[in-house]
């Protein structure tokens, strides 16, 4: 039980600070006009198509925020969906974060690390073949 509860903080820090806190930080930007701030300048991904449309990056960041944020909480207090909804964000996020790079880096060693304990956790000692 006790990494779950690890699991859960960890993806709780990667969906409320990673996720949602970057999307709120550029709410200004958004507010007083990108003429004023570049945000080209201060995030770059290697996917050009991500970089052009940043706006939707950042509306698909937020949801996948509030999703990694609900499936921890789940997780914390031990409820099924939310273990299943932890393996499916970090399963995702582990498939996504190539495309990502370079902030992609710092998601996959939050959801890399999440997976790992949730599976230690459930899976246990148990052997492949007894």
Same mark, same amino acid.
């Given at each position: ?8 903080? %960890? $993806? &709780? !820090?990667? @969906?409320?600070?990673?996720? *949602? /806190?970057?999307? +709120?930080?550029? #709410? ?27 706006? %939707? $990056? &950042? !509306?698909? @960041?937020?949801?996948?925020? *509030? /999703?990694?944020? +609900?499936?921890? #909480? ?30 992609? !880096? ?9 997976? +790992? ?14």
């Amino acid at each position: 039980m006790k990494k779950y509860k690890i699991a859960a903080i %960890l $993806m &709780i !820090i990667h @969906g409320l600070f990673m996720e *949602i /806190g970057g999307c +709120i930080c550029l #709410i200004p930007i958004f507010i007083f006009g990108s003429n004023r701030f570049d945000i080209n300048q201060y995030f770059s991904f290697i996917v050009p198509f991500f970089q052009e449309n940043m706006n %939707l $990056m &950042i !509306i698909m @960041g937020a949801i996948y925020g *509030i /999703g990694r944020v +609900i499936g921890a #909480i789940g997780l914390w207090r031990n409820r099924i969906w939310g273990l299943v909804l932890s393996i499916i964000n970090c399963i995702i996020t582990i498939a996504l974060m190539m495309f990502m790079l370079p902030a992609g !880096i710092m998601d996959g060693i939050f959801a890399s690390s999440a997976l +790992i304990l949730i599976l230690i956790e459930y899976f246990g000692n148990k052997k492949i073949v007894e």
